[in-house]
């Protein structure tokens, strides 16, 4: 009996030595949970501030990337691809400085362009995002490599054509003499040569040229006037210009579109009054630049002596009325046809046929008419004038000179 009570006693004092143990359990499973808790709060936190970072990052990563895609958009043969090679400072670079992507004031962006050698280009753009006080959340910069690309176009004959020309009256001129545009100063273009070096003949055809003895005084060139049956004029001489094609030449960026088949009236060049000086209206989808000097002719924009664009008439037929003027490279997908009056310094490339007749038109630098067949080869009539001009090539072709993003390894993420 005394042993089972002591037993009873001795269990009763471990059983009392253990009082509080569920509590200090309960605590320390709180504090654990606690713990996890705030855990998966930090977790959640980090991980947004990190998405958020990412976000800003990707936003500003846009915007420098838009800048890049801003210089090719806007490049202009007139500016960018005759600027100095960059000697280290700023003044032998362009840039644009911290502006809006478009509408949104939380993404901007700025670029820098520097010409590294006669063909490449280093543009370079940095993006920013901000918040809606104007402070900072990420920027990233990006460069990329340009090369320059210019469509290369064989030229040896004032007219080029695959059929024959209808050659009508005495008072047309078709010449492959080399000479300056008649109102250009001497100092635009290269000395003309003493000899013919520089000489081209009148016309030259993938057929019959057209040319019947009573042309003869009308049509000029060397070594000879004119060149039947060449072999070496193929569709491809229409098509295909090295860099470029007639496709990819008539879709670059700044490409004059012209779809009416109607006559179009009040082509010349007009003048920007909201720049400072005044400036080339470029925009104005009937400027095609300025032939024109003054002197001798009182009223040429002189704001448009260096504007060569690239004009694509989309119609199936093209037409101007008198009095219009332009000068640069113009593609034509159908027939031209000028009634009088027009005229034109630099490239005319035609894939249907060419009608000229009137008076008083003009074209210097060379034409190419592709045609269609014999029924549809071009007629030139009236006193039209057709010269080769080796410099109103020369300047035509620069205007249609871009850059373009090389293909491999041409970017880089600066930070």
Known sequence: MKSLIRRFVR???????????????????????????????????????SSLTTTYATDAQGAAEAGLAEVYATWDPTVQSVMPIWDGTTATEIGVGLHNLGSNSYRQFADTIRRINNELFLVRSFGVRRDGGGNTLAKLGVAQMFRVIKP??????????????????????????????????????PAIDAGNSDDVVGIRSASGTGVASQDLDNVFGYPTPYVANDPSITDANFQNFLDYTYQTLSAQP??????????????????????????????????????????????????????????????????????????????????????????????????????????????????????????????????????????????????????????QRSWLQIY
């Open 254 to 407: 700044g490409v004059k579109l012209l779809p009416n088949t109607t006559p179009y009236n009040g082509v010349g060049p007009t003048i920007d009054y909201s720049t400072s000086p005044s400036s080339c209206a470029k925009a104005d989808l009937l400027n095609l630049g300025e032939p024109y000097r003054n002197p001798p002719t009182g009223g040429a924009v002189t704001q448009c002596y260096g504007y060569f664009p690239v004009v694509h008439g989309t119609g199936s037929q093209l037409q101007f009325a008198a009095g219009n003027r332009g000068q640069g490279t113009m593609l034509v997908d159908g027939d031209l046809q000028l009634a009088g009056g027009f005229e034109w310094d630099g490239i005319i490339l035609v894939k249907g046929s060419i009608k000229i007749n009137g008076t008083g038109n003009k074209l210097v630098g060379a034409v190419f008419a592709q045609g269609v067949d014999l029924l549809t080869a071009g007629s030139v009539s009236g006193d039209v004038e057709i010269h080769y001009s080796q410099c109103a090539i020369t300047k035509a072709i620069g205007g249609a000179t871009l850059a373009s993003p090389l293909g």
């Open 152 to 189: 290369t176009i064989g030229v040896n004959a004032a007219v080029t054509t695959m059929d024959p020309l209808k050659l009508n009256g005495n008072s047309f001129m078709i010449t492959g003499i080399n000479e300056i545009p008649p109102q250009w100063g001497a100092g635009e273009c």
């Open 11 to 49: 269990r009763f004092r471990v059983a009392r030595g253990e009082r509080g143990i569920a509590l200090v359990l309960v605590l320390l499973a709180l504090v654990l949970m606690g713990a996890v808790v705030s855990g998966s709060f930090l977790a959640v936190r980090l991980d947004k501030s």
